[in-house]
DNA sequence: CTCGTATTCAACCGAATGGTTGATCAAGGA
DNA sequence: TCCTTGATCAACCATTCGGTTGAATACGAG
């Protein structure tokens, strides 16, 4: 497995990343770990209790929001306690919020330019037209 | 796939509608539509043109985002043009928001926690237990 | 060392996903 | 009308995904 926590793996796109991550949150089961998580680490019984999965399936839940990035593990004793780990949560928002305030951003140039379409009539417009 | 296209779908969770819009977020091909979407309009071919995949390929690129209710499709002659819809961006954020702000809110309490034992250094130290 | 608990590995299964090609439908433009 | 363009439908294929059961590993307590 490939895979570090480190930003110097420069084998992994952007891309990539943000593949596993959404793909990680587009589970039921685990934004409810996700959402588990938020409130402290647990092992892996502990986020398998309010399920009625298998442990071993939770166990592959939990691999794939490690590879997404968005989970730590560490060891206590027979326990491999899970640790949010929020970064990857920022990057997501930040993807999101970007083309989301870009769309923002449209909505308002139209509205200005209705605006000015409407006040000043008859200025004329040396703007090239497409249709 | 239980799902039409009609809205009026009262048996429609909040957990289906995360389900579909993250993972119609998990592609680089519906993510990057996106992204172009955010600066307008746009029909299928026009989508279909950064890409080397067939238009059929687009068209169902298209059905996920709007089943996802991130897009929405208008008629104009032959094309049928896709608009971004930013309120489902806005519910993503918002979810992940959520959680992140607790896990935020779990540190700072945790730093107030050795604060305080660091000014007390002499507490008696009881085994510890988890959960 | 042996036993029990916690977790992972391995193999398998059915359903969903993303892609293809070929046919079909809808709407203008010549 | 006939033809072209834009888009979808239908069938198919390979891969991935989420789940299972059964076996194996790791660690600590007796």
Redesign the interface.
Known sequence: MVVGSEPDNASESE?DR???A??A????IR?RM??R????PA?VT?LAEPFRVSTQAVSKHIQVLEQAGLVTRTRDAQ?RPVH?D?HA??E??A???T??L???Q?FRRLDGLLAALSTIPQEPNPRRRST
């Not at 949150?25 to 039921?28: K, M, Y």
């Open positions: 891309d943000l593949d596993r959404f793909a949150l587009a589970d039921p934004r996700i959402a998580l938020s409130r402290g092992s502990e326990r949010l929020a949560l920022e997501l928002t993807w999101i919020d083309y989301r870009i769309h923002e449209q």
